[in-house]
Nanobody, 123 residues
Framework: QVPLVESGGGLVQAGGSLRLSCAASGRTFSGYAMGWFRQAPGKEREFVAWISRSDYSTLYADSVKGRFTISIDNAKNTVYLQMNSLKPEDTAVYHC????????????????WGQGTQVTVSS
């Protein structure tokens, strides 16, 4: 059973918006900060955003700062990624994961990865 399930991806024109969701499945992640990553074809998985469950502090990759917003609903055990002003270079599979410690922008600091949701931005 996949512990985290992403949804909300799709095809959108440049300048459009999408809202991704990441829901826990079969277990709770109430003790974990959470992150979003993305992976484009032929490229390494890269950090997008991070959020703390305790004080809701956030961190973003420079490439999405000012356009993307990460949020969390602890009651629903769900993490969101609001993506505005989308660009073709945002096209990727987006994954969420639980932060287990370490460097927040490194994939090695995360576990319990979801299978991802495809985001395609047309020009």
């Amino acid at each position: 059973q996949v512990p985290l399930v992403e949804s909300g991806g799709g095809l959108v024109q440049a300048g459009g918006s999408l809202r991704l969701s990441c829901a826990a499945s079969g277990r709770t992640f109430s003790g974990y900060a959470m992150g979003w990553f993305r992976q484009a074809p032929g490229k390494e998985r890269e950090f997008v955003a991070w959020i703390s469950r305790s004080d809701y502090s956030t961190l973003y990759a420079d490439s999405v700062k000012g356009r993307f917003t990460i949020s969390i609903d602890n009651a629903k055990n769900t993490v969101y990624l609001q993506m505005n002003s989308l660009k073709p270079e945002d096209t990727a599979v987006y994954h969420c994961a639980a932060f287990i410690g370490g460097t927040y922008y490194s994939t090695t600091a995360y576990d319990y990865w979801g299978q991802g949701t495809q985001v395609t931005v047309s020009s």
